[in-house]
């Protein structure tokens, strides 16, 4: 049968795949949660080079069986007309587990999926772009599937990586009330300074360790990709559409941090006064990739037709990548909102964030208290400090809460 070819020819590329990713061993901070899943379909969405990849040929080199029993299917192998038939294929040949990579390049991949979940005793799993839409009226399979949606690279995950030590995680309770005394064992582990100046600018996706020489231009090269290839792939938009949404992008760099003018920045954009919908659209293509971050005040909805009260890039190694220029102030806030995204972060009334009924104000080490002044619950976050005492806590602490 034609489906028992391909079998064949994917797993001798899954061979090839399995050698090339032997030495990467370190498991990020959501593999034992989304491997351990009874779940006969679970799916792994995130932002390009988050590792991803990485995770799920770990999990299929480590999984109980032998080569046979186990597949692994890559969108970068282009001859598999219909997921379904060779996964069909697969289960008549004893298979057990199946994993799917990028999965949102696939044609119909709602409809392919539902049938293999109704159909086939088998279980998947699968990954693709943050952006991807699982309650699709063709297939919902948002009632089907257990969806993880995973980050980048915490500062404490950056940390173990590079010294190859094992480092504890910390809740917000945790460091809201025994900072101190956390900031004094965890120092004691690793110079401070040098490594979390090195992980703003470069540490927050895993493939920073290939090659660390090229890492900012191959980030330019994600970031492009994500907006010529998944976003397409994902929203019916023409090729105008994709140069817009990187004229954003640049027009988000130039800004400290971002808070939106939407007539001032129609007029950027060379758009009509009444495009503001459609400037909305584009920005929730950019915060669905992960390339933007949209925030909004307590006060407002978080509607994709409600303006967000202020906008920045994802994370702080995009304003290294992608931006000429980069303001302080602007990187340290983008860090904080990168390392508290499970939460419920909003912009503050007074100080800048709000998070599960705190208030936050984030600076510099000379920052005062200015801001939060009779404000209960109120914290100032500073930079360029290694501890800090009440309710002034160092920046960096944050990047230990994944």
Known sequence: MFENEILNEIFDYQKE???????????????????????????IIGARGVGKTTALIQYLNEYPASFSKKLYISADFIMIDSLFEIVKAFVKEGGEVVVIDEIHKYSNFEIELKKIYDILNIKVFFSGSSAIKLDNAKADLSRRAVIFEVRGLSFREFLEMDLKKTLPTFSLEDILKNHTDIAYELLDKFLLKPKFKEYIQKGYYPFYFDDKENYLKKLNEVVNTSIEVDIPSVFPIEYETV????????????????????QEFLAKMQMSKNDYKRLYNYFYYLQKSKILRLLWSKYRGNDILTKPEKIYLNNTNLHYAYCSTREIGTVREVFFASMLENYKLQVAKKGDFTVNGYTFEIGGKNKTKKQIKNIENAFIVKDDIEIGSKNVIPLWLFGFLY
């Open 17 to 43: 795949i399995f050698s090339s990713y032997k030495n990467k061993n370190y498991k990020r901070y959501f593999f034992n949660q989304v491997f351990n899943t009874s779940s006969k379909l679970t799916g």
């Open 243 to 262: 140069t817009k949404l990187k004229k954003i992008v640049r027009l988000i760099c130039e800004s400290y941090p971002f808070t939106l003018n939407m």
